[in-house]
């Protein structure tokens, strides 16, 4: 099974509000990523986690908040978003091992849209 | 810091033809290069990845090639069909164990019946 899901698939918040995104993983892999893609343009990274620890922030502005509770399940806390934060979010996960670099394996992403 | 380009940004074939997307990079100290496929307001799914060991990589009518040295790797696709139209991702990881991804900017493909 190759499978990352995403939950919701579609998500309109208000710029007040608070949610939360979440991702699922079942293949063992022990690193997780968050993405963020606009419109016609590639993705970008925003988080990665490797064996459950933060390894990497873009620079991301603090209102995204990641937590990854245990290794099969990655979550992405929003909370105060601008409508410039309205994109597609998507997920991937990988296996870790070494200095090499392994195929990631993306997620179908949630539609976020802030109001 | 490493660069990808694809161009053109846009391709439309009739159906049946045989077709190359190109990718190139700046780095040519990758470990692989990834191929992906994304269908609008979708999420990324991996076509082939290449190690660079490897050459080729093949899965039925895919064909990604890398030439590490001059910095290219091509996606052949035999036989086009119109469930073929998408856009079409090049991405590389930069050196360390972080895993992280430099994505082209894609090629949409649009596959005229």
């Known amino acids: 099974d190759t499978e990352v899901t995403q939950t919701p698939k579609h998500l309109v918040m208000g710029m007040t509000n608070k949610k939360s995104l979440k991702c699922e993983q079942h293949m063992g892999h022990r690193a997780m990523y968050w993405y963020k893609q606009k419109a016609k343009k590639p993705p970008e990274l925003m988080f990665v986690?490797?064996?459950?620890?933060?390894?990497i922030n873009e620079s991301v502005p603090s209102r995204f908040s990641p937590e990854c509770p245990n290794s099969s399940l990655l979550n992405l806390h929003l909370h105060a978003l601008q409508p410039e934060d309205s994109a597609l979010y998507l997920c991937a996960s990988s296996r870790l091992g070494g200095v090499s670099s392994y195929e990631q394996y993306f997620g179908p992403g949630t539609r976020l849209t802030v109001t | 810091k490493q660069e990808v380009t694809q161009i053109p940004a846009a391709l439309s074939v009739p159906e049946g033809e045989n077709l190359v997307l190109n990718c190139s990079f700046t780095?040519?100290?990758?470990?692989?290069l990834q191929w992906f496929r994304q269908d609008p307001g979708k999420g990324l799914t991996s076509l082939l990845l290449?190690?660079?060991?490897?050459r080729e990589q093949t899965s039925g009518r895919l064909n990604a090639s890398l030439d590490k040295s001059s910095g290219r790797s091509t996606l052949y696709i035999a036989a086009s069909q119109p469930g073929d139209s998408a856009t079409y991702l090049c991405a590389v990881p930069e050196t360390g164990a972080n895993s992280k991804l430099t994505f082209g900017k894609g090629i949409t493909l649009s596959v005229r019946p």
């Open positions: 986690y490797s064996y459950e620890k933060l390894s």
């Open positions: 780095d040519s100290a990758i470990y692989n």
């Open positions: 290449i190690q660079s060991s490897q």
